[in-house]
């Protein structure tokens, strides 16, 4: 049986790590829309990801949430992906094509 969010942190600060910040189904949600805007995906994938009906109300309250400055979507991209930002890019194209 799954944990609550709610008591999901207990064990964790028990064992002696800092404490987790506190996070909702909807802050995840938020955060996974933002990051899909951070990496560049267009309005429409993000829209049908979300289930968001309203392109206006989707890019007015996610698409201004994570700024992007100049490199930070290929390092953000290699966090994702689980890539260092420095592996050429052939390399990481053909470890994405054979998953």
């Not at 064992?15 to 802050?27: C, N």
């Not at 267009?42 to 049908?48: D, S």
């Not at 309250?61 to 930002?85: K, N």
């Amino acid at each position: 049986m799954p944990l609550p969010l709610s008591t999901c942190h207990v064990g964790f600060e028990a064992a002696g790590h800092p404490p987790l910040p506190k996070l909702t189904p909807h802050s995840l949600r938020r955060t996974f829309c933002s990051l899909l805007y951070a990496l560049g995906e267009t309005p429409p994938i993000v829209m049908q990801e979300m289930g968001h009906t309203d392109p206006g109300l989707a890019l007015k309250v996610y698409a201004q949430a994570m700024p992007s400055r100049r490199g930070e979507q290929r390092t953000l991209r290699a966090l994702v992906e689980g890539f260092d930002p420095e592996t050429p890019a052939v390399v990481r194209d053909a470890a994405v094509a054979a998953r």
